[in-house]
């Protein structure tokens, strides 16, 4: 089951690297639902389909599993964007913690966007969660 939940996962992102029309997202979001439905502990996949509790809800139950950078920044990008500054606060310096060896190059290696809106979107729930630009800077080259 975990196996087919990353495929399907892998998938929707693909799909939406790959997006040049309605019907590549259409094919996004269907992927990203049945990751979904195989494993719940999809908080990106949730934040991205605009689902803030349920994404919140997962992160919560993942973080303290696997602290990972991604899911440290998702986790604030999802509390911004439901206006939660005080749990965002509490999560940042986690993030500011993290000290990859090049930063400008690990973000976007291991969290690409081929479309500048979903990054954007993201960038935006950070933004909401009182990140200032000094700190968004290495989350945004």
């Known amino acids: 089951m975990p196996e087919a939940a990353f495929d399907s996962w892998m998938r929707g992102v693909w799909h939406f690297q790959q997006l040049n029309d309605a019907a590549e997202h259409k094919h996004a979001k269907t992927w990203l639902r049945r990751a979904i439905e195989l494993d719940a502990n999809l908080a990106p996949a949730r934040y991205h389909l605009g689902q803030y ?42 993030v500011a913690a993290f000290r990859a060896a090049d930063p400008n190059r690990f973000w976007p290696t291991t969290s690409p966007y081929a479309d500048p809106a979903h990054f954007a979107h993201l960038i935006e729930g950070l933004r909401r969660a009182g990140m200032a630009e000094e700190e968004l800077r290495p989350h945004t080259l």
């Open 53 to 94: 509790e349920e994404a919140l809800r997962y992160a919560r139950q993942a973080l303290p599993r696997r602290p990972v950078p991604f899911g440290l920044r998702a986790f604030i990008a999802i509390v911004g964007q439901l206006g939660r500054i005080e749990e965002a606060a509490a999560m940042r310096p986690q």
